[in-house]
């Protein structure tokens, strides 16, 4: 474990990014956060000025590797390049991780990233997707509190299950009691709290996704 035990991981993947704000907000509130980069995402990190702590690769995005620590892999191969990233961090001993340049690209590649919220939280660990509009993060059931950050103007509960049962939604300017929400009839999008209010999301049954945005144009 060593150098990676309780420490943030910040996992670049390969998706298209050529505004890197709130990557550089990122690294200002957490300057000793380890660089773990998959295949292409060294591209990003080299952008930001970034030597890889780690990088896991099969180089089929960037045939060029570069780290302190470089793990290759086969192209064919059941699990992706960033979910192997995840996997070793976690392993090593982080237990935040912040996934960037994971959105915006392949449909497929941003589903498989935002599945890795359940993985991480499946490793008693805890995963943030961030880019320049979202900041997303899973809500495993029960109460869970959160603070409004100033960044962003909404908040939206999408379901990952088909049906969350029992959902409240308190301090919020759109309030819910106990209520059923089902993928086909959305009743969580667009929620809005003060900057710096805490509001609370109760679900007795289900996961969701709980996505921070902020409208496009809007800079940090």
């Known amino acids: 474990m060593g150098a990676f035990e309780g420490r943030h991981a910040l996992i670049f993947a390969a998706a298209p990014e050529t505004d890197y704000t709130y990557i550089r907000a990122f690294l200002d509130a957490h300057p000793d956060a380890?660089?773990?980069?998959?295949?292409?995402?060294l591209r990003h990190a080299r952008a930001l000025g970034l030597h890889p702590d780690l990088m896991i690769s099969d180089c089929d995005s960037l045939p060029e590797v570069e780290g302190s620590e470089i793990i290759r892999l086969k192209p064919e191969k059941d699990d992706t390049d960033t979910?192997?990233?995840?996997?070793?961090?976690?392993?090593?001993?982080?237990?935040?991780?912040?996934?960037?340049?994971?959105?915006?690209?392949?449909?497929?590649?941003?589903?498989?990233?935002?599945?890795?919220?359940?993985?991480?939280?499946?490793?008693?660990?805890?995963?943030?997707?961030?880019?320049?509009?979202?900041r997303i993060i899973l809500h495993e059931g029960g109460c869970q509190k959160f603070i409004m950050p100033v960044e962003?103007?909404?908040?939206?509960l999408v379901p990952l299950d088909?049906?969350?049962?029992?959902?409240?939604?308190?301090?919020?300017?759109?309030?819910?009691?106990?209520?059923?929400?089902?993928?086909?009839?959305?009743?969580?999008?667009?929620?809005?709290?003060?900057?710096?209010?805490?509001?609370?999301?109760?679900?007795?049954?289900?996961?969701?996704?709980?996505?921070?945005?902020?409208?496009?144009?809007?800079?940090?």
């Not at 999301?201 to 809007?218: C, M, P, Q, Y």
């Open 83 to 134: 979910q192997g990233c995840l996997r070793e961090a976690f392993r090593r001993g982080c237990t935040e991780a912040t996934l960037v340049c994971a959105t915006g690209g392949r449909i497929d590649h941003e589903l498989a990233n935002l599945s890795l919220l359940e993985e991480a939280h499946a490793m008693s660990g805890h995963l943030t997707v961030l880019d320049r509009q979202n």
């Open 34 to 41: 380890l660089i773990v980069c998959a295949d292409g995402g």
């Open 162 to 220: 088909a049906a969350l049962c029992g959902v409240t939604i308190e301090n919020a300017k759109y309030p819910l009691h106990n209520a059923l929400i089902t993928r086909a009839g959305m009743i969580s999008i667009s929620n809005e709290a003060a900057a710096g209010q805490t509001f609370a999301i109760t679900i007795e049954k289900g996961r969701a996704l709980v996505v921070f945005s902020r409208d496009n144009g809007r800079v940090l």
């Open 152 to 156: 962003y103007r909404y908040f939206s």
